[in-house]
C-alpha cells in the first residue's frame, strides 16, 4: 500500500495512499495533529478508470484482479475490476468500471449447494449466484478536458452492500509554477497510521502547492473541511477513533529546502544504440538528500475535539495557541535525510539495475526535542528508560531495495523500520513491508506496471504509474 511514491519521495508524507478499499483506489492520510506533516508535493496520478483502460488495451489484461483484505476483518477480499469506455471525443473521458467480489461469489455457491445438497455444481449453480447483486459494484466516472492545464473528475460509486454510495468531484488546474486541487467527496475515506480505515460523510479540500523540484524552495496551503461523525470502514469497529479526529476545517501551511547532492555519478558505460528500459534509471550513483521545513497548523472544531487536541499538542509542537474555545494554532519542524545507491544502467538483459535507498524521518521536531529531554532527565536521574520517549527519538527509517530479474522485469520490497513501546526493547523492528514486482514500460520512456502485496494491510493491487523518480 503505502503511498507509493516510494523512498525518492520520502518528504512528501501527505500524498494520496493507494488502496483497493475503494474502486477509485484513494485513501487519505488522517491529519491527526501529531502524525504525519502536510505533505509539500500532492499525489497526481492516473484515475484508476484510465489505469485499468491501459492495461486492456495495451496489456492484455481483460480482467485487473486486487485484494482488498480478509472479508473476516471486513475487506472485499479477492475481486476482478473491467472497464467499459465511452467514446465521446477526445475531450470527454467516460468510463463504467465493474467489479465482482469472486470471494463473495464462492461463499454464494457454497450456500446454494447447502440448500440444494443433491443438486451438482454446474453453471446454472454460477447463474443462479451471479443473480445476487451483492456481489458487485460500478462505478461511473466522466473526466472532462477544460483546457489545457484544467480537468474536471466527476464519479460516483455503487455498492450493493453495507458501503452504499461514494461521489466525488475533482478539479485540477495546472499552473507554470503550481498546482491547484479542489476537491468534494462524500463520504470519503481515510487512513490512520495504525493502517485503519475511517468513512467521513462529506469532505471538502483545497489544496495548492509549488511544483516540486530536485533542490530548492517548496510550499504548500491546504484547507480541510469535513462534518459528520466518522465511522470505521467496513462496518468492524475493533478501535477507538484517532486522537483530533473528527475535525470540521483544518487549516495548514507548510515550507521547506531541500538540497540534493551527489557523491558519485557514473555517466559512462551506457550501451550505444539500445534504449534503456527506465530513462530515469541509466546511470549508477550514490546520491543523498536533505530536507528541513516547517509546518502552520489551525483547527477549527468542535469542543471534544480541540480537548483532545490541546491535550496532546501540549507536549508535541513548538508552539501552541487556543485564541478561541472551538479554534486552534499550532507549528511544528520537520526534516528528513535520505541516500540512495544505484549500480547498473537498466539496459541489459539481466541484473543491471541495483538501487538501494535509505530515509530517516522525522516529522516532528517539537517530540524530539522532548523526547530528548526526557531521556537526558531519566540519565541524570538514574531512572529506567522510558521506551516511549525512546520510541519518539528514534526516527522512523524506510529501506527499499530493487533489483531487476530479466528484462524489463523488477522486484522490489520497501520496508518501515521502527521502534515499539508495545515490545519494551530498545530493538529496531520492521512494522510494513510492502513487496511489488515491476514492469517497466519501455515504450514509454519512463513508465510502469506494478504488482504491489502490503504485509500490514494484506492488500494486492495492480497499478500504472508515469515519471514517479
Not at 460523510?201 to 504548500?220: E, F, R
Amino acid at each position: 500500500m503505502k503511498k507509493l511514491r516510494w523512498v525518492a519521495d520520502a518528504g512528501s508524507w501527505d500524498v494520496d495512499v493507494s488502496t483497493p478499499a475503494t474502486l477509485d483506489g484513494i485513501a487519505k492520510p488522517i491529519p491527526d495533529g501529531c502524525g504525519l506533516p502536510l505533505g509539500l508535493s500532492r499525489g497526481l496520478t492516473l484515475s484508476r478508470p484510465k489505469q485499468l483502460d491501459f492495461f486492456h488495451r495495451f496489456m492484455a489484461l481483460p480482467l485487473v484482479p486486487s485484494y482488498a483484505g480478509s472479508p473476516e476483518s471486513g475487506g472485499d477480499g479477492l475481486t476482478l475490476q473491467r472497464v467499459i469506455t465511452l467514446p465521446f471525443g477526445e475531450n470527454w473521458f467516460a468510463t463504467i468500471l465493474g467489479q465482482i467480489n469472486i470471494q463473495k461469489l464462492l461463499s454464494a455457491v457454497k450456500e446454494g449447494q447447502k440448500q440444494n445438497p443433491m443438486e451438482p455444481i454446474g453453471p446454472k449453480t454460477f447463474w443462479r449466484s451471479l443473480s445476487d447483486k451483492s456481489l458487485y459494484a460500478l462505478n461511473f466516472c466522466s473526466e472532462f478536458l477544460i483546457t489545457p492545464s484544467s480537468s474536471l473528475l466527476l464519479s460516483s460509486e455503487i455498492h450493493n452492500d453495507s458501503k452504499g454510495r461514494w461521489s466525488k468531484a475533482l478539479f485540477h488546474y495546472k499552473f507554470p509554477l503550481h498546482n491547484l486541487l479542489l476537491e468534494m467527496t462524500w463520504p470519503k475515506l481515510f487512513i490512520d497510521k495504525a493502517g485503519t480505515y475511517w468513512e467521513v460523510p462529506m469532505s471538502m479540500a483545497v489544496d495548492i502547492a509549488s511544483v516540486p523540484s530536485d533542490s530548492g524552495l517548496s510550499y504548500h496551503l491546504c484547507v480541510d473541511h469535513a462534518s459528520g461523525l466518522p465511522k470505521q470502514h467496513g462496518g468492524v469497529e475493533v478501535c477507538s477513533m484517532p486522537p483530533g479526529f473528527p475535525f470540521l476545517s483544518c487549516i495548514k501551511a507548510a515550507c521547506s529546502f531541500k538540497r540534493n547532492v551527489d557523491i558519485w555519478r557514473k555517466k559512462d558505460g551506457k550501451l550505444k544504440m539500445i534504449q534503456p528500459y527506465d530513462v530515469f534509471l541509466t546511470e549508477p550513483h550514490i546520491e543523498a538528500s536533505a530536507r528541513i521545513g516547517g509546518i502552520l497548523k489551525g483547527y477549527f472544531g468542535g469542543s471534544s475535539t480541540m480537548a483532545r487536541l490541546k491535550e496532546m499538542l501540549k507536549s508535541k509542537d513548538l508552539g501552541f495557541l487556543a485564541k478561541r474555545r472551538n479554534s486552534l494554532l499550532s507549528v511544528d519542524a520537520f526534516a528528513s535525510l535520505s541516500c540512495t545507491l544505484q549500480y547498473g544502467n537498466f539496459q541489459r538483459l539481466f541484473l543491471d539495475l541495483t538501487r538501494l535507498s535509505a530515509c530517516a524521518e522525522i516529522s516532528s521536531g517539537a517530540s524530539l526535542v522532548s523526547g530528548v529531554a526526557h531521556l537526558l532527565d531519566d540519565f541524570y536521574k538514574k531512572k529506567q528508560i522510558d521506551m516511549e520517549a525512546m520510541c519518539v527519538v528514534f526516527p522512523d527509517i524506510v529501506f527499499s531495495f530493487q533489483q531487476q530479474i530479466v528484462g524489463p522485469f523488477s522486484f522490489r520490497v520497501d520496508s518501515t523500520v521502527t521502534l515499539d513501546p508495545r515490545y519494551g526493547s530498545c530493538v529496531p523492528r520492521v512494522s510494513d513491508s510492502v513487496y511489488a514486482l515491476e514492469y517497466a514500460l519501455q515504450v514509454l520512456g519512463s513508465a510502469k506496471a506494478v504488482a504491489w502485496y502490503s504485509t500490514k494491510q494484506r492488500e494486492a493491487m495492480i497499478e500504472l504509474r508515469f515519471f514517479e523518480h
